[in-house]
Each structure stands twice: as C-alpha cells, then as structure tokens.
C-alpha cells in the first residue's frame, strides 16, 4: 500500500519551454503532496506544500511563478516548470501523506534536464 | 524548527563487517523519525521508522535503529554489509514537515 508514482520518470527539454511532472497517490487519498528538487549529491530540499484544493505553500526562496503547483485532486498534484533553464535541470520528487501528516510515501522522481 | 544532522557523509566499508550511520536531531516537540536509501536516479525507500513504543527499530534488509531521546541521536545499523548496500542513506525528522539530513554515501567493498 501507499503507493506513490511520478510521470515521466525522465524528461529532456529546451531552454524556454515549459514541462509538466505529475504526481499520483496510486492507493489512497493524500491530503498533502510535497514537492522537492534533489541536486546531485545532495540532500533532498523542500520546495513547496500543497494540500488538495489550496494554493500550495511554497518555501523562502522558490519562485512561485516558475514552479506552479496544482493539486486539483486527492490523488493527483503536478508541478510545471515554466520556461526552465539549463539551471533548472535537476532530480525531483514528490511525497504524498495522510491526513496524519507526519509520514510521506515518495514517488520514484523525475529527472529534468533541460539543453 | 527541526533539524537533523548526518555526521558521516562518507562510510567505507568492507563486505561483511558491521556499520554505524549516525544522525542527530534537534527539535522543540515530539518528534517522528525516519531512514532512507536512495539508489542511484531512483526514489527514496523507507528503510525504517520511529514513531512511538520500542526504542529499538527494527527495518528491511538486516537494518536496524535506536532511538536515543537523551541524546537525540537515531544512528542506524547493520550487523554485516552486503555490496548491494551501496548507496546513499538518508536520515530525517517530521512532526508537520520533513527535514532530511544531507545524507551518508555507504560504500562497501569487497
């Protein structure tokens, strides 16, 4: 159980244009989805919080505009990032968690390279 | 505010002998602790937890835990490495959000 997916698992695309990751609670209804952005050999950061229906909670430093977040359903949030640079390139993934809150299912992340 | 610190970044270690990963944490309430590994391009996987109870946790592949309040330290081991242990290992801390560690590359070798 809790089950949690990415798509694409990997994405190349160019400097300009916009790409869409999805994130999907296979198994369950996940009141919160969490998006982080992982550089290589390196930890895991927090990018932003959403819960189904709100504007995600993004944190100091991540431009909202360039990373928007949509988490149109218990089981569905996505993350676009809008007219990406090769800066952007970089591993992302998404957690999922009940409505305890304290444990999170990761999905498999998505690697973004943009040329 | 929560934080966690891993104070190895680096573990080498032959096959077979046993490892330590350590981790500290700091945070002002009750707190959930967690480990990770994560190979190579892939996602994270939950090695083990500490929520509440035993002290003493018990994980998946021969890993285990112990949860120290008085030291707040939740160091992870193994009795006996295995070559597909290679990875990196991730210790983190929740109470609403998550806060990982900058991570332990193990490295074992044969």
């Known amino acids: 159980g809790a089950v949690v997916s990415q798509h694409p698992s990997w994405v190349i695309c160019k400097s300009g244009t916009s790409v869409k990751i999805e994130c999907r609670s296979l198994d369950f209804q996940a009141t919160t989805m969490f998006w982080y952005r992982q550089f290589p050999k390196q930890s895991l950061m927090l990018m932003a919080t959403?819960?189904?229906?709100?504007?995600?909670?993004?944190e100091q430093g991540v431009e909202k505009d360039k990373f928007l977040i949509n988490h149109a359903s218990l089981t569905l949030s996505t993350l676009t990032v809008t007219s990406a640079h090769p800066e952007d390139s970089s591993f992302y993934i998404c957690?999922?968690?009940?409505?305890?809150?304290?444990?999170?299912?990761f999905g498999p992340g998505t690697r973004l390279t943009v040329t | 505010a929560q934080s966690v610190t891993q104070l190895d970044s680096q573990v080498p270690v032959f096959e077979e002998a046993p490892v330590e990963l350590r981790c500290n944490y700091s945070s002002s309430v009750s707190v959930y602790l967690f480990w990770y590994v994560q190979y190579p391009n892939q996602g994270l996987q939950l090695l083990l937890k500490y929520l509440s109870g035993s002290t003493l946790v018990k994980g998946i592949n021969g890993f285990e835990a112990e949860f120290n309040k008085s030291q707040t330290s939740f160091h992870l081991r193994k009795p006996s490495v295995h070559i597909s242990d290679t990875a990196e290992y991730f210790c983190a801390v929740s109470d609403n959000d998550m806060r990982f560690g900058a991570g332990t590359r193990l490295t074992v070798k044969p």
């Open positions: 957690s999922a968690s009940l409505s305890n809150g304290y444990e999170q299912y």
């Open positions: 959403s819960n189904e229906g709100s504007k995600a909670t993004y």
